[in-house]
């Protein structure tokens, strides 16, 4: 089946940096990926669909200057959360759609920012 | 976003029985839905999926409900086990690729 592998798992970082999360499709090309934030005991939320070659589509409410998202190729979206803030910490979960396989996501990522 | 998260219902189920776990979901308009579980600290998985042209969708153990007219979907779990033990969400799109996640709900399996 079609495998997303998302990196790092968990990252701790000093309010004010950047940190860059990795989603790579590894069996499939995947033209559009999309980026979750989850929060403790809620829900996924959608922040962002990354298509492959152009700028992602953001939710509304998602700030994209913050969260930077770059699908450079077809298999490979990265988001980056810039000058990073203690209510920034979160899971983020990312997810690809591989048509036989359908949408697949990523294991998540822990962001906490100190 | 469609549906917005809330904290998370929690439903516990004595090893061995059906569970059943509810969805309402916002948007009349979608056309596909996902059940999805996940386990502590890792990303969601993919249990089982049903079009809006169906209103029943069974898979291993698991069935899935639709009803359109109230907008509800059921996952329904036989003989459930301790390792179904996590939180499960269903999840809507219409038309676009973008999925909407539901509030989830947590199930604790007692052994």
Redesign the interface.
Known sequence: GAVVSQHPSWVICKSGTSVKIECRSLDFQATTMFWYRQFPKQSLMLMATSNEGSKATYEQGVEKDKFLINHASLTLSTLTVTSAHPEDSSFYICSAHEGNYGYTFGSGTRLTVV | ?E??????PTLSVQEGDNSIINCAYSNSASDYF?W?KQES??????II?IRSNMDKRQGQRVTVLLNKTVKHLSLQIAATQPGDSAVY?CAEKAGS????????T?LTVIP
Do not use: A
């Not at chain 2, 600290?41 to 993919?46: A, D, E, N, S």
């Open positions: 976003g549906s917005v998260g809330l904290h998370l996902i999805y600290g890792k990303g969601p998985q993919f999926d969400f690729n973008q999925f909407y996640f539901g509030t989830g947590s």
